[in-house]
Nanobody, 120 residues
Framework: QVQLVESGGGLAQPGESLRLSCAAS????????MSWYRQGPGKERELVAT????????NYADSVKGRFTIARDNAKNTAYLQMNSLKPEDSAVYYC?????????????WGQGTQVTVSS
């Protein structure tokens, strides 16, 4: 059974850092692009960052560029999101996503989410 399990969320003060992890029980993990999404209160879910499978190319939402870093360890079937210089507007439930395949018939999995709260 495929599972994505996020961890590392919690409470942080503005300016502090948190590191999220996503442990994936997926066969051929390296063939999946891994992404982090977030959904704040009353907001739609938004894409935060993506890292491709083998090459490891990355993309970020403008709101987190220069502050967040996405990474992956294919040997450990794990993706990470290093979040620095946190702001209150970063508060949200963060979800891990694994996806492969084309736009018409993708294979996609989601984690259960981990809460990040940034407050003084």
């Amino acid at each position: 059974q495929v599972q994505l399990v996020e961890s590392g969320g919690g409470l942080a003060q503005p300016g502090e850092s948190l590191r999220l992890s996503c442990a994936a029980s997926i066969f051929a993990f390296s063939t999946y692009a891994m992404s982090w999404y977030r959904q704040g209160p009353g907001k739609e879910r938004e894409l935060v960052a993506t890292i491709t499978g083998t090459i490891g190319s990355t993309n970020y939402a403008d709101s987190v560029k220069g502050r967040f870093t996405i990474a992956r360890d294919n040997a450990k079937n794990t993706a990470y999101l290093q979040m620095n210089s946190l702001k209150p507007e970063d508060s949200a439930v963060y979800y891990c996503n694994a996806r492969r395949g084309g736009a018409l018939h993708p294979i996609e999995y989601w984690g259960q989410g981990t809460q990040v709260t940034v407050s003084s």
